[in-house]
């Protein structure tokens, strides 16, 4: 069976530090993977997706990045933090082809920025 | 462009009362639709999901919705709720050939003893 993994799952950054979440899935290959960023009372924003190693769409400028150095294996970064990057971010698979396959999502990393 | 209205943003229910999430969707193509649940400090979970057919389907935890084509809603129900259904409750959207879901912006169930 597949499952996803996120770390680390709470995180205190001062402002001006550098930020690394990671996210990996098991028991499935080539997947869609993306990270959304939830923020109290504001619901789910789509952050970035890939559909492959070295292939990222951002959907919202900001201060964040992500990378795909494997199959499996998503990275959220910044060089930076701000105090509005501060939020619950949650990593999510999904099969090919996409549309009618579901999002499974990780547990979430929840970031807190001073 | 897709989009998705979830009109209540905290529905307040007694235990073993009936309830009802409301999402509406707006789309110009065939839509695939999601309810997902989210217990605090948790991620999402997926409650349930219309694909095509049957237009009354059945999740887990005794949910149930409906997808209502003329109306652009897919409501989301129980019959009778429990304090452990507490949570908040996120609708869904996307579409074939895309890779992108659209949510709404949650509606927060809280069950009263």
């Known amino acids: 069976s597949q499952t996803i993994h996120q770390w680390p799952a709470t995180l205190v950054q001062p402002v001006g530090s550098p930020l690394s979440l990671e996210c990996t899935v098991e028991g499935t290959s080539n997947p869609n993977l993306y990270w959304y960023r939830q923020a109290a009372g504001r619901g789910l924003q789509l952050l970035f997706y890939?559909?492959?190693?070295?292939?990222i769409s951002s959907e919202v400028p900001q201060n964040l990045s992500a990378s795909r150095p494997q199959d499996r294996q998503f990275i959220l970064s910044s060089k930076k933090l701000l105090l509005s990057d501060s939020g619950f971010y949650l990593c999510?698979?999904?099969?090919?082809?996409?549309?009618?396959?579901?999002?499974?999502f990780g547990a979430g990393s929840r970031l807190t920025v001073l | 462009a897709q989009s998705v209205t979830q009109l209540d943003s905290q529905v307040p229910v007694f235990e073993e009362a009936p309830v009802e999430l409301r999402c509406n969707y707006s789309?110009?193509?065939?839509?695939?639709l999601f309810w997902y649940v989210q217990y605090p400090n948790q991620g999402l979970q997926l409650l349930l999901k219309?694909?095509?057919?049957?237009?009354l389907v059945k999740g887990i935890n005794g949910f149930e919705a409906e997808f209502n084509k003329s109306q652009t809603s897919f409501h989301l129900r129980k019959p009778s709720v429990h304090i452990s259904d507490t949570a908040e409750y996120f609708c869904?959207?996307?579409?074939?050939?895309?890779?992108?879901?659209?949510f709404g912006t949650g509606t927060r169930l809280k069950v009263l003893a």
């Open positions: 890939s559909v492959g190693i070295g292939q």
């Open positions: 219309y694909l095509s057919g049957s237009t």
């Open positions: 789309s110009s193509v065939s839509v695939y």
């Open positions: 869904a959207v996307g579409t074939s050939g895309t890779y992108k879901y659209i």
């Open positions: 999510a698979w999904q099969a090919r082809p996409s549309g009618a396959n579901v999002l499974t």
